[in-house]
């Protein structure tokens, strides 16, 4: 599966503001002790085991603060490293590399803890179910954490509103039902997926009879999701969403459902563990 980099112009503004929001007037501690002129290198270090993703936008954060520094990448983003391996290295002045080394850790720490979290999750699928993200991601990052969920493995669901439509409980309790948003949206909308999200079995039932494409069996018990996938048999893809954890995808990979997305993997991604160790060049 490709990951498909993020372009440099989708970030490029981000990282500027994320670092005026971190520097101020002004870098106090690191111009009152480290001397002008002074080169470092600094050290991408692995202190637990985890996927890396971010590493463009790491560069791109010391690159603005000192755009002749040098930035070397030891390992690349969807690369699975252990405690004590040498991500990568910064080399440059030493003053930019200090005012840049936070904001360049959040950003490479919180898009490697998504896609080791998602890393997880596949494994844990072991190929019987794909492991798709949601929507529920930080505004203004949504671009940059699906690209992290690639880079564990996973597959991104829709980016944004207008990918396809997936009709939940609102949606249904405005249309009329069931029936009546699946028929508006199958005669108003061509050439997109099209998916409602059921919460028991006989919404399974007016979904299928509306000749829905694609089934989100939302909250169901390991139990009702074999008796809807029994029930389906085949006519419909069918998606799994609600109280899904880590140690769930092993179970819920046996139902003979298609997919299974999770929120978590990034609303509540923790960080990954990554230091940066500077010393004089």
Known sequence: ??????????????????????????????????????????????????????????????????????????????????????????????????????????????????????????????????????????PGWRHLEKYAVRCGGGTNHRQRLDDGVLIKDNHKRLAGGIRAAVAAAMAGVHGLPIEVEVEDLAELDEALAAGAPRILLDNFTTYDIRLAVERIAGRAEIEISGGVTLERIPELGSTGADFVSVGALTHSAPAADISFELEAV
């Open 1 to 138: 599966m490709s990951r498909d980099t993020p372009g440099r112009q989708t970030y490029v503004d981000l990282i500027r503001a994320a670092l005026a929001e971190d520097i101020g007037a002004g870098d106090i501690t690191s111009a009152a002790t480290i001397p002008e002129g002074l080169r470092a290198r600094g050290t991408l270090l692995a202190k637990s085991a985890l996927v890396v993703a971010g590493l463009d936008l790491a560069a791109e954060t010391f690159r603005q603060l000192d755009p002749a520094g040098v930035f070397e990448v030891r390992w690349g983003d969807g690369a699975h490293v252990q405690p004590g391996d040498v991500i990568a290295t910064a080399t440059g002045q030493a003053r930019a590399l200090l005012t840049a080394e936070r904001t360049a850790l959040n950003i490479l720490q919180r898009l490697s803890g998504i896609a080791t979290l998602t890393s997880g999750f596949v494994t844990a699928a072991a190929g019987r179910i794909t492991v798709l993200d949601t929507r529920k991601t930080t």
